[in-house]
């Protein structure tokens, strides 16, 4: 081949490369840090692959205001005063794809970044805040993280871990608070989940060191700590006002919910609040916090367990109780006049607490005529389903274990079974191109023998796209109704390529409205909040 050929071939495969560049999605891996205090701004390191195009961020909150580098791999954040402290979810983009979502916090105090070295007590990195939240890394095996803190009398040292349960970091860390002459003082492995928390009362001041470090979440024949550089971690560490959990946990859409606060250095002020009814899903309190609780907003009433003697239960009901010690039992009496299917959960381990409930409901003649305990070996609260007959009855939650504190704490909650559906699919990002129509299988759960057929509609989607459902098999003799529903796009031939978020919604005959959800991040969570990428 002549050199002028040569040439040749080597700008075809120049332009070639850069083609296959051009058409790069984003493939985040993590962001350093993972999080960034309330009303404030921060630089913030991408880690991955940025993609060739523009990065862009989307997210349900607008509290974000996202800027780049030249080459995409660090972002200057600002986060308005206004943006609601706890867990979000943030999707990177660009023409032509996106990442999964991905989660990101907002604190509601001061943050730094860990320094290295502080793997011993000697290169201690020095906390001098008496509140403040540490983004680290354990970032390789039989890596240890130290920091130094001067602890006043009179008041509970919390030091609190966020690293496997949200952020999905594949660490079970460790948390040891060791004195000022090295000595092992308290320690704590899974308090929430397999993230750490220690609650330190301290009767003498002086310095003391907070050590670090992990073994991975899945067990391997390795003997050493665990590390790597996705082994991200957030910790706070304060003697400041922390709450734990409330009274009760949930807050009620129709009605003003009083809550008392229970936790670490709480003053008068902040254990009772009166909190307004809300129909978002969700309120979030954290005002004088070190931290924020997330409590979800339900119908019906909203208890705690003090207050039910003076309210008559009424279905759909929402109570919250303490197991204050071992062998306790909490019971609560309902009646009926009429037989009724009902619906009933004890949440406990989902909401960080070590309480195993086990529920017992008792008939007036002190028969025992259920009991519920694990739904498996994993989920280890109570959901289940039980036909009343007209009468009166108790229903009496305990531990399986007998044991009890004034952590173990619980939420009952009863709600009528009726006929209704709920809607997933597989996956929360989807790609339609020129050469393959895209199919979605939207998966329907129905209860109570819900048979009303249902019509799933797309959200978001360009002007252009149009979606077709597709019709039921007419062969069916039994004529079950659809479990799943299939929907097809092709993209239009006037429409290049479009990026953007989009949701599935289902409506059946009598206009009862459901999002098709589907499973994000590592923790159990949930979106409505899917992806189309057309290209």
């Not at 044991?403 to 709600?415: K, P, T």
């Not at 023998?449 to 979606?467: N, R, T």
Request: some cysteine; overall charge negative; charged content about 25%.
């Amino acid at each position: 081949m002549t050199s002028r050929g040569l040439t040749f071939a080597l700008i075809l495969n120049l332009l070639a490369v850069r083609n296959i560049a051009a058409d790069e999605p984003p493939k985040i891996d993590r962001l350093i840090p993972s999080g960034i205090q309330c009303g404030t701004e921060a630089s913030i390191q991408i880690v991955g692959k940025p993609g060739s195009d523009p990065l862009q961020v989307w997210s349900e909150s607008n509290g974000f205001e996202w800027s780049f580098d030249e080459k995409n791999e660090t972002a200057q954040l600002i986060c308005r005063e206004n943006t609601t402290p706890g867990l979000h979810w943030i999707r990177f983009y660009n023409s032509s794809g996106a990442t999964e979502l991905m989660p990101f916090f907002v604190g509601t105090i001061a943050e730094l970044a860990e320094q290295e070295p502080n793997n011993s007590i000697s290169d201690a990195q020095v906390i001098e805040s008496n509140s403040v939240l540490v983004n680290g890394i354990l970032e390789k095996s039989g890596d240890v993280d130290t920091y130094s803190v001067n602890l006043p009398s009179g008041c509970t040292f919390v030091a609190s871990m966020q690293a496997n349960s949200a952020l999905g970091s594949p660490m079970d860390g460790i948390l040891q608070l060791l004195d000022a002459k090295g000595t092992i003082v308290a320690q704590n492995d899974d308090d929430q989940g397999f993230d750490p928390l220690i609650a330190f009362p301290v009767t003498k001041p002086g310095q003391y060191f907070v050590r670090t470090f992990a073994f991975p979440a899945e067990p391997n024949s390795s003997i050493r700590f665990a590390g790597g550089t996705d082994y991200l971690y957030r910790l706070t560490l304060t003697t400041e006002p922390y709450v734990d959990y409330c009274l009760p946990m949930t807050i009620s859409t129709d009605e003003v919910t009083p809550v008392k606060l229970f936790g670490w250095n709480l003053n008068q002020d902040l254990r009772l609040i009166t909190v307004n009814p809300s129909q978002e899903d969700s309120t979030t309190i954290f005002e004088g916090l070190t931290n924020s609780i997330e409590l979800q907003n339900v119908s019906g009433q909203s208890l705690s367990e003090r207050s039910v003697s003076e309210a008559e239960l009424g279905i759909p009901f929402h109570v919250a109780g303490v197991l204050d010690s071992p062998e306790e039992t909490d019971s609560y009496t309902l009646s009926f006049d009429e037989k009724r299917k009902v619906a009933i959960r004890v949440r406990a381990r989902e909401l960080h607490s070590p309480l195993d409930p086990i529920l017992t409901i008792v008939s007036s003649d002190g028969k025992v005529v259920h009991e519920s305990d694990d739904q498996s070996r994993e989920e280890l609260d109570v959901d289940t389903t039980f036909d009343f007959q007209p009468g009166e009855y108790k229903l009496s939650i305990s531990d399986r274990y007998v044991a009890g504190g004034d952590r173990y704490f619980y939420v009952l909650s009863a709600e009528n079974k009726i006929p209704d559906f709920a809607a997933t699919v597989a996956s929360e990002h989807y790609v339609l191109t020129d050469e393959e129509e895209l199919t979605i299988a939207v998966e329907i759960g129905r209860e109570e023998k819900f048979a009303e057929s249902i019509q799933v509609s797309i959200e978001g989607l360009p002007s252009e796209v149009h979606p077709v459902q597709e019709a039921p098999d007419e062969t069916d003799d039994k004529k079950e109704p659809a479990k799943s529903i299939t929907i097809r796009i092709k993209k239009p031939a006037d429409l290049n390529s479009w990026s953007g978020p989009i949701q599935i919604i289902c409506t059946s005959e009598s206009g009862i409205v459901h999002s098709a959800k589907t499973s994000i991040g590592k923790g159990g969570f949930q979106s409505q909040h899917l992806w189309l990428t057309i290209r």
